[in-house]
């Protein structure tokens, strides 16, 4: 039994030598190894890097739903003259019965447009369930005439069509109001979303480190 | 007669084997573990012909090398499931052998490559002629040989990164070695 097959001493055997010459250019040439980066480290990083970002992009969320506020919340002639009209009038004594800041009386100049946000702001609170029980007075009448107005909106209260804006007679500028008051809810809606994911994000950034201090060593988010 | 004596053999080499010493790879498998990418890196360096040679006996030569990163890779992301740190290597070589057969799971046009092979130069078309004899041969014996004749280890060290007992190493590598040579004689007459 040959020990140079074994462990290379002794008699060399001249085929195990012959072999191995030939063979020898297959065997491991050394070749750096890549290995992925520390997955800890790269979640730290990533998690500093990003959340002023986060926090960013909510703010420019924010301010593109209030400058859209803004623009659809701008008085037109139409809306002047149906709130110059009295036809909020009947939701103004809905809102009576359940709110006491809504008795007080309005003292702004423009009124129709508060009055508006207020109805927004009350029908928001109350639930779109709440305004099946009690609806504003224009939507109850528009109800009871229903040759007049074919289709107002869908059941899951998305906003009415805006065909029906065409119907005439006395019921148009109660209709244009009912779909103003629900973009308005809608909007209030968004906006509220909106603020509750800007505190959700500020809240993280306080939470991460305990200390409630922010990455950058600012006073947290309020 | 022989399997009474060659189980002796083996049980005496066993009890050997309890009394060794820790394998060095140990420590090297505790420190990677601790986060030491060095320590990776010189496990890397130890147990990258064991792998070279286990993939060898089993793949084209052309897709060895990705491969050997691959199990490399592969035991980097499961280092904590190691069991016994002083076992890398058995382990490590245990990940090679399902590494190949996932190899021809995927990929079996990759058989054609030896073929071409002849056409090249003399000496490479004769080693490429002796290494698929080898892949030729029964499990046991293509592995050690391998290890001993392509990546150069003595027995003893193959049988320190496989695992196995030196005595089932040195059963393994005397019969490949009868068996290539008949195999390689027999070829020799066909010529």
Redesign the interface.
């Known amino acids: 039994m040959s020990d140079y097959l074994w462990d290379k001493t002794g008699e060399p055997d001249a085929e195990v030598e012959r072999l191995e010459a030939l063979l020898g250019g297959f065997g491991h040439t050394p070749r750096p190894l890549a290995l992925p980066a520390p997955a800890a480290t790269y979640g730290r990083r990533r998690s500093w890097l990003f959340a002023p970002v986060g926090l960013a992009a909510a703010a420019a969320l924010v301010l593109a739903f209030l400058a859209g506020v803004v623009i659809l919340l701008r008085p037109t002639s139409e809306g002047t003259s149906a709130a110059a009209s009295g036809t909020l009038r009947p939701q103004e004594g809905a809102l009576s019965k359940h709110t006491p800041e809504a008795r007080e009386p309005t003292q702004v100049p423009s009124g129709g447009m508060v009055k508006d946000e207020r109805v927004a702001l009350e029908i928001h609170r109350r639930g779109p369930r709440d305004m099946k029980g009690e609806q504003p007075a224009s939507l109850q009448r528009r109800r009871q005439k229903p040759a007049a107005v074919a289709h107002v909106g869908t059941p899951d209260g998305a906003p009415p069509a805006f065909e029906t804006m065409s119907a005439g007679g006395g019921g148009a500028p109660s209709l244009f109001e009912s779909t103003r008051l629900m973009t308005k809810e809608q909007l209030v809606y968004a906006l509220r979303l909106t603020g509750a994911k800007l505190r959700d994000v500020s809240l993280r950034t306080q939470g991460r480190d305990g200390s409630g201090q922010t990455p950058g060593g600012r006073a947290p988010l309020k | 007669m022989y399997e009474v004596e060659t189980g002796n053999l083996l049980f005496v080499e066993r009890r050997q084997e309890a009394a060794e010493v820790q394998s060095p790879a140990a420590a090297l498998v505790e420190t990677a573990r601790a986060?030491d990418?060095t320590a990776?890196?010189r496990l890397?360096?130890l147990y990258?012909?064991l792998v070279?040679?286990v993939l060898?006996a089993r793949v084209p030569?052309g897709e060895v090398?990705d491969l050997?990163?691959d199990v490399?890779?592969s035991a980097?992301r499961k280092l904590e499931a190691l069991r016994d740190p002083a076992r890398f290597g058995p382990w490590v070589a245990i990940i090679a052998r399902n590494r190949a057969a996932d190899f021809y799971r995927r990929a079996r046009e990759t058989e054609e490559l030896h073929e071409s092979l002849a056409q090249c130069a003399s000496?490479?078309a004769?080693?490429s002629e002796?290494?698929e004899i080898i892949r030729a041969l029964p499990e046991a014996y293509r592995e050690t040989l391998v290890l001993?004749?392509?990546?150069?280890m003595?027995?003893?060290e193959i049988a320190e990164r496989t695992g196995l007992r030196p005595g089932s190493v040195?059963v393994n590598?005397?019969r490949g070695?009868a068996l290539?040579?008949k195999r390689l004689g027999v070829k020799g007459e066909k010529v």
Do not use: C, D, I, W
């Open positions: 986060g990418r990776f890196e890397y360096e990258a012909p070279h040679g060898l030569y090398s050997v990163q490399f890779l980097f000496h490479e004769e080693a002796v290494l001993r004749l392509v990546e150069g003595t027995g003893p040195r590598l005397h070695m290539l040579r």
